[in-house]
């Protein structure tokens, strides 16, 4: 059980069971195949980078508590965070 089990908005659906499809047509025990409930992979993500950091446990409570009291999202938080930063240091906000 998470920590944040607290803070989930719903209930997590339990996973369905994987059917496999047969990419190349020609079945048998060689043959390629692919799981037909695998996520197509999403837009959102294009053009963007991804930045990582190690917290401690109270600081990223404090964030997650933080964000979902203010009904945020943790990255919307982050990006508020990065932006009061960039600021601070006299360079230009990004704002997403």
């Known amino acids: 059980m998470s920590r944040f089990a607290n803070l989930a908005d719903k209930p997590k659906a339990s996973p369905e069971p994987e059917s496999k499809v047969d990419v190349l047509g020609i ?37 997650h508590v933080c964000a979902r009291r203010h009904g945020l999202s943790l990255q919307e938080l982050m990006a508020e965070a990065f932006d009061d930063v960039l600021r601070k240091y006299g360079q230009s906000p990004v704002g997403e």
């Open 27 to 63: 079945g048998g025990a060689g043959a390629t195949s692919i799981p037909t409930n695998t996520p197509a992979k999403s837009n959102s993500r294009t053009g963007r980078k991804a930045i990582a950091a190690y917290f401690s446990r109270e600081m990223s409570l404090s964030m």
